[in-house]
């Protein structure tokens, strides 16, 4: 988005000419700014429970959020600068904003009139520097994913090895009698001339297929094994690949929990464990948070909302002890104060495996 179609976008939105010439002087003159990000009059609460603005505000991904205030010496053009009371208050709305995890540049109207390079500098080093750290954060998320998955791998191919080792020592080919319910009953009559023209390890590799990735794993071990006993290959089959037999797949081509930054605004479907759900029937809206990931205070995490209108459709579902099962929702992708948020409104959006 260019500075100019911002503007036209957003300028009904800035409440004062200090806040037009700070656009002017200083936003539009920012070559690293990516305008899609920057908002006008950001709404936050502060800790008295009050609805309070930001001027500006820079949000992008986790690491990435700058409030932007621009003030003037004197609020009341008395020529004598803040009261007590507006100091406190001043205080109190910055504290507030830092509290919720923005970085708060505070900008005087003579230094948009007369220095506007050097806020323009500020700016510009709070974001690379914020970016930086956004860009370690998505690091390090690849790197722990890349190890999950390694120590996953292992553990199936340690699983494999293993029941490869008994394998051998079952040696009766006359007790073949019948192979796994998962095999389809056109195999088993496959099965049946194969065994006439002794290819049995042909007919293996064709069926396993069938079953999931870790039998795969095994073929190549497998086509050397002739003599094994049926009746207990079921029972280890059903045993060790039960999840890629039996198990519902309820969140196929779903996005992990953190990854979903690059899809705000969008309709999507997201996967990963529940880790609190919080009811607040005692405040306005009656909500529930169910929080997917981490928890809060931690901005790092998925937040589903249902608004008290809506909670009785999602009973008894989410009256459960769910902690540590996976969510699986459907939703647009919101951001508030820092996190994402999907709201759920029909039963439909959420499913818990």
């Not at 809206?285 to 928890?295: D, L, N, Y």
Request: aromatic content about 10%.
């Amino acid at each position: 988005m260019t500075p100019q179609l911002w503007y036209q976008k957003n300028s009904d939105l800035l409440d004062s000419q200090f806040e037009h010439l700070f656009f002017d002087n200083v936003l539009s003159n920012i070559a690293e700014l990516n305008f899609s990000y920057l908002q006008a009059q950001t709404g936050f609460i502060d800790d008295d429970g009050k609805q309070r603005y930001c001027d500006f505000t820079i949000a992008e991904g986790q690491e990435v959020r700058i409030a932007i205030e621009v003030d003037g010496y004197d609020k009341r053009g008395t020529g004598g600068g803040m009261t007590h009371a507006e100091f406190v208050d001043w205080q109190r709305r910055q504290t507030a904003l830092t509290s919720q995890g923005w970085h708060v540049l505070r900008f005087a109207n003579r230094d948009v009139v007369n220095e506007p390079l050097r806020c323009c500098k500020n700016i510009s080093a709070l974001l690379t520097k914020l970016r930086q750290k956004e860009a370690g954060r998505s690091e390090a998320r690849i790197l722990l994913k890349a190890h999950a998955l390694q120590e996953k791998y292992k553990a199936s191919v340690l699983l494999t090895e293993k029941n490869i080792n008994q394998y051998s020592t079952f040696s009766n080919e006359q007790k073949i009698g019948s192979l796994p319910s998962a095999l389809a009953q056109k195999d088993i009559a496959r099965y049946s001339k194969l065994k006439d023209e002794k290819k049995i390890d042909y007919f293996f590799i064709r069926a396993l297929k069938k079953i999931g990735l870790p039998i795969i794993l095994a073929i190549g071990f497998l086509t050397c094994v002739y003599f094994f006993n049926p009746l207990w290959l079921q029972t280890q089959l059903q045993l060790a690949f039960s999840y890629f037999v039996t198990s519902p797949q309820i969140c196929t081509d779903a996005v992990h929990w953190s990854e979903v930054m690059g899809h705000l605004g969008q309709t999507i479907k997201v996967e990963g464990p529940i880790t609190r759900i919080n009811y607040r029937p005692d405040i306005t809206g009656k909500p529930t948070w169910i929080e997917v990931g981490s928890v809060f205070p931690d901005p790092d995490r998925l937040t589903l909302l249902i608004w008290g209108d809506n909670r009785s459709q999602f009973e008894p579902k989410i009256t459960l002890n769910l902690l540590g099962n996976i969510a699986c929702v459907t939703g647009e992708l919101s951001e508030y104060q820092g996190s994402f948020q999907i709201q759920l409104q029909d039963p439909e959006q959420l499913t818990i495996n």
